[in-house]
């Protein structure tokens, strides 16, 4: 499985556009990249995933370069329910149905201020 | 509807008990995953149930780390001889295997074990 590298944490303030990058060089062909959110004391919750290109949904977009050894989680005009810790996570995906283990890394903890 | 529940929500055990931690997946599905949480880490793999029997179980750290899940959908974790650094919070999820995102799996919100 691919490793992944984003960084420890980051600080930002209400209404600004966050991006935080996650580096996976070693990616592999059939890997897909997924994001989860986790707020204290609950469990992760699944954000987006993607191959390619960008991906959008109600929450965030994920930007991911055409060689694929990177991408990036884009949260638009964040507020202070926004603060959490990001996971950036690489492996088999799409909907295809069954099952995989996902294997987390420490993750981002995003802090937003007023 | 209901989403993955996990009972209790804080265990506090002493060195050596045994503990159980009880998981109820959301209805329908039939993946059914436990993970483990240290504090400032993410969450690390410990088994997979597809139904009733356990298709992965490679992250049980050791043999007395047990888990059941008898009529495909309530699953408990077992722990015997607890340690003080099986410490941690347990967290169970469960996805579905029709038509969904291979990761995207529904977490509950953890069992927080304390041993002492």
């Known amino acids: 499985l691919a490793k992944t590298t984003q960084p420890i944490s980051m600080d930002s303030y209400e209404g600004q556009e966050v991006n935080i990058t996650c580096s996976h060089n070693?990616?592999?062909?059939?890997?897909?990249i997924t994001w989860y959110q986790q707020f204290p004391s609950q469990g992760p919750r699944f954000i987006i995933q993607g191959y390619k290109t960008k991906v959008t949904n109600e929450v965030a977009s994920l930007f991911i370069p055409a060689d694929r050894k990177s991408s990036t989680l884009s949260l638009p005009r964040v507020s202070l329910s926004d603060t959490a810790v990001y996971y950036c996570?690489?492996?088999?995906?799409?909907?295809?149905?069954?099952?995989?283990?996902?294997?987390f890394g420490a993750g981002t903890r995003l802090a937003v201020h007023p | 509807g209901a989403g993955v529940s996990q009972t209790p929500s804080n265990k506090v055990t002493e060195k050596g008990k045994y503990v159980e931690l009880r998981c109820d997946p959301i209805s329908g599905h039939t993946a059914l995953y436990w993970y483990r949480q240290s504090l400032g880490q993410g969450p690390e793999f410990l088994i997979y149930?597809?139904?009733?029997?356990?298709?992965?179980d490679s992250g049980l750290p050791n043999d007395r780390f047990f888990a059941v899940r008898p009529e495909g959908s309530v699953s408990t974790l077992k722990i015997q001889r607890t340690e003080r650094g099986d410490s941690a919070v347990y967290l169970c999820?469960?996805?579905?295997?029709?038509?969904?995102?291979?990761?995207?799996?529904?977490f509950g919100p953890g069992t927080r074990l304390t041993v002492l």
């Open positions: 070693n990616i592999a062909t059939n890997d897909y």
């Open positions: 999820a469960s996805s579905s295997d029709r038509l969904s995102s291979y990761n995207e799996q529904f």
């Open positions: 149930f597809q139904g009733t029997g356990a298709a992965d």
């Open positions: 996570l690489v492996g088999p995906g799409g909907f295809s149905g069954g099952y995989n283990k996902l294997i």
